[in-house]
């Protein structure tokens, strides 16, 4: 079955960085457009950023462009978020998720970002 395991989350200060992974398994991974998702407390989940299969598209969501990267190695079955210059709003559980920003997926537990002084 499809897998989605998250991880590189954590407690960070603003201004600060992380890098999201994740581990896919239970499908083609290469032929997929890749996206991540997240949601905060009490809110309806946002998508974040999205990648064609090639790797070379990349989408973003205004707020988040120019900090935060997306990239994949479709060698390992792997997708990354490189986040930078983070701030207390990007504060949200992350999900990566198989699909773009109208018709995603996600199936995994997502990964826990707080961004905190």
Known sequence: QV???ESGGGLVQPGGSLR??????????????MSWV???PGKRPEWVAGLAPSGI?????GSVEGR?????????????????????????RYFCARGPELNYHTFG???QVTVSS
């Open 20 to 33: 999201l992974s994740c581990a896919a398994s239970g499908f083609t991974f290469k032929d997929y457009y």
């Open 57 to 61: 598209t990349a989408l973003y969501k």
């Open 68 to 92: 935060f990267t997306i990239s994949r190695d479709n060698t390992k079955d792997t997708l990354w978020l490189q986040m930078n210059s983070l701030n207390p709003d990007d504060t949200a």
């Open 38 to 40: 997240r949601q905060a």
């Open 3 to 5: 897998q989605l395991v």
């Open 109 to 111: 537990q997502g990964t």
